[in-house]
């Protein structure tokens, strides 16, 4: 334990708790400001967490504290770090975003210590012999971007990034042509037709790797492999630069278990020179 991170004795202390959704936007909350939240008061982490002060003392005994305070205790005896000198609100709201889309990088970099699970997606995605990307609204970007890039290696990439009725029968179509696997990308809001999706997926037989902004996101309890990569919230619009470079570092662990990647690549390369396809 003395060599995690703050951030991540507080996913071990979540593991395997069953939260209601207002306590799961807790614990979300408190991973993203675990450098801070041994500090707070149940009123400050409340507002933090857009939830009631009560919610924050019914958090705490679900866990199994006596009451808020205990928890508190707790996480500064498991997770010490030092109280902050400078605090949030000494820079303005623009700075205020970047420095917390490089707290949610530094938390990704600490999470793939563990490089398995990026592993075992990798092999899941590289054996798919068609492969269907799931990602709809704020996360169709997300899987727009993963499949541009994994259509150069793989050879049969099918991206859905629209909803409604066709969704289903695109991963049906996906399950005939071989797919053994699903990537999703799974951003806030999260649509109900995703987590149907989800379930269709699987009820075809197919894995669901899911990259998603918390590990107690709605997608988790749909998905066979959840690698969580948070989102920034202090803009009027969530930022997602922790979530695109996981989508990448996926990319790259599935390149290493697909053997022809490299001469894929290669043959672009190529092909795109005789084009004069690129300016540089």
């Keep these: 334990m003395s060599d995690t991170s703050p951030a991540a004795r507080l996913q071990q202390l979540f ?141 049969d990439v099918r991206l859905i990034d629209e909803g409604g009725s066709m969704v289903a029968d695109r991963i049906d179509a996906a399950r005939r042509a071989g797919a053994s696997a699903l990537l999703c990308f799974a951003l806030p809001r999260h649509p109900r037709e995703v987590i149907e999706a989800l379930d269709h997926a699987r009820s075809r037989g197919l894995t669901v790797v899911t990259v998603a902004d918390s590990a107690f996101a709605p997608v988790g309890a749909h998905s066979d492999l959840l690698i969580p990569a948070a989102v920034g919230t202090g803009l009027a619009f969530d930022t997602a630069c922790a979530p695109m470079l996981l989508g990448r570092v996926l990319l790259e662990a599935m390149c290493d278990d697909l053997p022809e990647a490299q001469a894929r690549l290669e043959e672009f390369d190529a092909r795109a020179a005789e084009r004069g396809l690129f300016a540089d």
């Design 15 to 155: 593991e395997g708790q069953r939260l209601t959704p207002t306590q799961r936007r807790i614990a979300h909350c408190m991973v993203r400001h675990s450098g801070d939240v041994a500090f707070l008061s149940s009123v400050e982490l409340a507002e933090l967490a857009g939830v009631s002060q009560p919610s924050v003392t019914r958090f705490a005994v679900a866990l199994g504290f006596d009451g808020y305070p205990a928890l508190r205790r707790h996480l500064r005896e498991v997770a010490p770090v030092a109280e902050p000198g400078v605090r949030e609100t000494e820079f303005n709201e623009y700075q205020q975003a970047v420095h917390a889309e490089i707290e949610n990088l530094r938390h990704l970099a600490e999470m793939l210590a563990d490089p398995a699970p990026v592993e075992r997606a990798g092999r899941l995605l590289a054996a798919s012999r068609a492969l269907p990307v799931l990602g709809l609204r704020a996360a169709s970007s997300q899987a727009r971007g993963f499949a541009y890039f994994a259509a150069k290696v793989h050879p």
